[in-house]
């Protein structure tokens, strides 16, 4: 068990940082795209089309072996980290512009109205409102992002896959292990759905 305990905070760290990145990437990702610059438009859609259609298996791989072959190596952790985090940037990405475009255009044109800039209306206006309708979708991409993190044992991270692997092989129980292994991961899963469940409620609440 205290294996596994180590598993499961390095899944909780990959996790973490992983999200960082795609929330940030994601968020620059729906503004690119939602830019009346084309060159920004046709970058940020290209990379999304490209990035979310290959399986995170083959990121992972790309990141670890492939970048190493041009003189970039990367550690495990780091490889994954950033593998996540791309890959679920361009998840996030449609889930904010579709929570931006959601919002009623009167909105826009009122906050014009009353002098506010584009900037201004983006942050004191649209993205307050877009938030609510986003945070559903967000949420339920985060239980799936810790849910891919059983992937990176692939490279060698001694995530909570990596250990159950390990565990396998040293008891020659790799049904009990991977059984044990699951378990914790539907932990995860449940305290965190009911979690954010909760959240959503307070907010919703607290919108009314």
Do not use: H
């Amino acid at each position: 068990m205290p294996v596994f305990l180590k598993g499961v905070g390095i899944t909780l760290e990959l996790t973490a940082a992983a999200l960082g990145i795609a929330l940030i990437l994601g968020f620059l990702l729906a503004l690119a795209r939602l830019s009346t610059i084309r060159p920004m438009v046709a970058i940020a859609t290209t990379y999304i089309e490209v990035v979310r259609s290959i399986p995170v298996l083959v990121l992972l791989f790309l990141s670890y072996y492939s970048l190493g072959q041009v003189g970039l190596k990367l550690s495990g952790p780091v490889a994954a980290t950033v593998s996540l985090g791309a890959f679920y940037a361009t998840l996030y990405a449609e889930i904010f512009r579709g929570g931006i475009l959601g919002v009623d255009r009167g909105q826009t044109e009122a906050a014009r109205a009353l002098g506010m800039g584009r900037r201004m209306t983006m942050v004191r206006v649209i993205l307050p409102q877009a938030f609510f309708s986003i945070l559903p979708n967000a949420t339920n991409q985060l239980s799936n992002l810790i849910k891919d993190t059983s992937l990176v044992f692939t490279l060698g991270v001694a995530d909570l896959m990596f250990q159950a692997q390990a565990a396998s092989a040293t008891t020659f129980q790799p049904m009990d292990m991977l059984l044990l292994a699951g378990m914790i991961y539907f932990a995860f899963y449940l305290i965190l759905s009911k979690v954010l469940a909760r959240w959503e409620i307070n907010v919703q609440r607290s919108r009314s």
